[in-house]
């Protein structure tokens, strides 16, 4: 097959149903040829089954977990009080659900995953570059949540084996116990994810509620060790509402948005399921902002009493429920850790790399085999090391993922909502030689406007602990804003090199 042949399967027409949802006619053939296989496919409209309530609980599942709970007491952990941190945690998640909607959209409207929608903006090819930096920030979160979960069977098992378990030789720094855990609980994801994505859904619908108990117990466990609520609360913050709070608001809440950046991408992986919009808008709505707020709260309080009772703030949660002397309420706090990690692991961390990497050779690669090629990326990135600390953890890692990626959402929300009117042609985001093959399979304009709004939002960021200093120390001034500048940069330059290329050849 040549660059510009078109496929050996006839193009196909689509239908569009009274709700506003688009799927290939039932009589037509499915899109064929080297860019479809059937994990990529539309899903058809009997099949995108997902209700408010499946959407709402996918959201606590994901954002009741240890890494969100390390968000907010990492903030009290580098000066801020329980106020200033939830401020910070609730302002970016209302932020960044905007364009986790948006994006989110061509989900439930044609039943497509995010690489396939890519493919709109950065051509059948070009697709591939978001996808696979995607993907590989995925497999850097897969490797933080599995080193956690590691941890909590590390120190369950030490509590119950002793110190034969807890003080064993080490190796790399860590004890080999360490790493057997490490290696259970990748095991354990590899096996959940290969059952396929309907057993996700029934994972994330029990997994909500037993997430949010287990952070109430540890709520209740710490205010009674700190004797009562007041000390929780009385914990004074390092930096006032002065300028040393301001300086740190700012980077803080870019790492808070750059937290869930990855989904406010890869969100129609998971919308293409939705029975409606109502279905994804309002599950979303009421899952993300509202969970991750009450969430930051329970993490704030418990760690500002943990301040109070042991003398400075222990921000990993694993530690601090390792603290305890009763059996029973180790075994809990370490299995709801264990459950909230798997919760959001397997569905924000291998679901979509499994797609992004699918999305390289459809051919070749299939959903499973993404989600073994995530697995294996995610412990060669050394997560140990990207989570032993709380400055490297949220202003490095988080605001670096956030500043890139909002390069991408940016190109994604002007292409689908400006230029497109939320309007594609179903088979051609398959077909060479289509409407969207562009050059050779690659829209170069989507390509610039990412290494612009990429260089602009991380290019003066400092990379500490990973490298010394600023790559660009001219551009340090925008460091601090870096997913709004990534965002902003990257759509209105989209914009201008769509709209010189011709306006008619951009529409649907």
Not at 155 to 182: C, E, H, Q, R
Not at 236 to 255: A, R, V, Y
Request: include cysteine.
């Amino acid at each position: 097959m040549t660059d510009t042949a078109p496929t050996a399967t006839p193009p196909s027409t689509q239908v569009t149903l009274a709700d506003g949802r688009v799927e290939i006619a039932p009589d037509a053939p499915a899109p064929g040829g080297a860019y479809a296989n059937e994990d990529l496919l539309p899903v058809p409209v009997e099949k995108r089954t997902w209700t408010t309530y499946n959407f709402s609980a996918l959201w606590v599942g994901m954002a009741h977990n240890t890494a969100s709970w390390t968000l907010a007491s990492g903030l009290i952990a580098v000066g801020m009080d329980w106020k200033q941190a939830v401020l910070t945690i609730a302002l970016a998640n209302v932020i960044v659900l905007v364009p986790m909607l948006l994006t989110g959209h061509a989900g439930p409207k044609y039943g497509i995953p995010f690489p396939v929608f890519a493919r709109a903006s950065f051509g059948i090819r070009g697709a591939n570059l978001p996808a696979v930096v995607r993907a590989l920030v995925a497999c850097g979160w897969f490797g933080i949540q599995t080193w956690i979960g590691g941890e909590a069977i590390y120190f369950l098992a030490g509590k119950l084996i002793g110190n034969g378990w807890s003080d064993a030789g080490k190796v790399g720094g860590y004890p080999w116990t360490m790493w057997l855990s490490f290696a259970i609980f990748w095991a354990l994801q590899v096996a959940i994810i290969y059952r396929g994505m309907e057993t996700i859904r029934r994972f994330e619908n029990w997994a909500a509620p037993f997430v949010i108990v287990g952070a109430l117990v540890m709520l209740v466990w710490m205010s009674n060790k700190a004797g009562g609520f007041g000390p929780l609360l009385d914990q004074p913050s390092k930096l006032g509402w002065g300028g040393d709070f301001w300086k740190l608001f700012w980077p803080s809440l870019m790492g808070m948005i750059g937290f869930w950046s990855t989904l406010s991408l890869n969100i129609p992986d998971f919308t293409r399921y939705g029975k409606s919009q109502k279905a994804q808008m309002w599950g979303q709505a009421l899952g993300l902002p509202t969970t991750m707020t009450l969430f930051a709260f329970l993490s704030v309080m418990v760690t500002s009493g943990s301040q109070a009772v042991y003398g400075e703030p222990i921000w990993n949660p694993v530690e601090l429920a390792a603290k305890t002397d009763n059996v029973v309420g180790l075994l809990f706090a370490l299995v709801t850790v264990l459950v909230a990690t798997l919760s959001v692991n397997v569905a924000a961390n291998l679901v979509s790399p499994a797609f992004d990497f699918s999305n390289i050779a459809p051919r070749k690669i299939t959903f499973r085999t993404g989600a073994l090629a995530t697995c294996v990326i995610g412990v060669l990135i050394f997560p140990w090391k990207l989570y032993s600390d709380p400055q490297g953890y949220i202003f490095t890692w988080l605001g670096l993922v956030g500043g890139l990626l909002g390069t991408v959402a940016g190109i994604l929300i002007a292409d689908y909502w400006i230029l497109r009117r939320a309007k594609l042609d179903l088979v051609d985001l398959y077909r060479p030689g289509g409407r969207y093959w562009y050059e050779g399979g690659w829209n170069w304009r989507a390509v610039v406007a990412f290494a612009a709004g990429g260089v602009l939002a991380i290019g003066g960021a400092s990379f500490d602990p990973l490298i010394d200093g600023r790559p660009i120390p001219a551009l340090s001034s925008l460091a601090d804003y870096g997913w709004a500048v990534g965002l902003g940069t990257s759509m209105v330059l989209y914009l201008a090199l769509m709209l010189l290329r011709g306006r008619g050849k951009t529409l649907v």
